[in-house]
């Protein structure tokens, strides 16, 4: 019997989203958000987590840096119930990204520091523990 029913490997950050703002933003002023949101971003780790809500067992591969941001990112799969002990925490000036999210009635703006998300490599995958699974889902790699 496999390990896990799931295995997943790509992105792992965090999305801070800020909401009550102006819907014009004119440039050189500081805007004030009404009320933020920091949540686990990224569609592999939310696929991830949510699997594991639904009672999967699931497996998650990924690179993110030694940084506040990535340990936070990680904790938020540990409590999901995730597997997380193949994401590699790497040293160095790249960190981990994050998604900003400026959330308007209408429409959002999305801006993104691709940080570790950019650097995924075929090294960094541990094949043996992606096969261990029912079934293999690959994102943003």
Do not use: C
């Not at 591969?61 to 990535?70: A, E, H, N, V």
């Not at 990680?74 to 000036?93: H, I, M, N, Q, S």
């Amino acid at each position: 019997m496999a390990r896990f029913d799931v295995t997943i490997a790509g992105e792992l950050n965090l999305d801070l989203i800020l909401y009550g703002l102006p819907e014009h933003l004119p440039p050189e002023r500081e805007l004030l958000a009404d009320r933020m949101m920091l949540t686990l971003g990224s569609s592999s780790a939310i696929v991830a987590h949510n699997l594991s809500a639904l009672g999967s067992r699931v497996g998650f591969q990924s690179r993110i840096g030694d940084d506040p941001l990535g340990r936070i990112a990680l904790e938020r799969l540990r409590e999901g119930k995730v597997d997380v002990e193949k994401v590699r925490v790497v040293p160095g000036a790249t960190t981990t990204g994050i998604t900003v999210i400026l959330h308007h009635q209408q429409w959002r703006n999305i801006l993104t520091y691709a940080g570790t998300i950019a650097e995924l490599r075929w090294e960094d995958l541990d094949l043996d523990y992606l096969a261990d699974s029912r079934h293999f889902h690959l994102s943003s790699y």
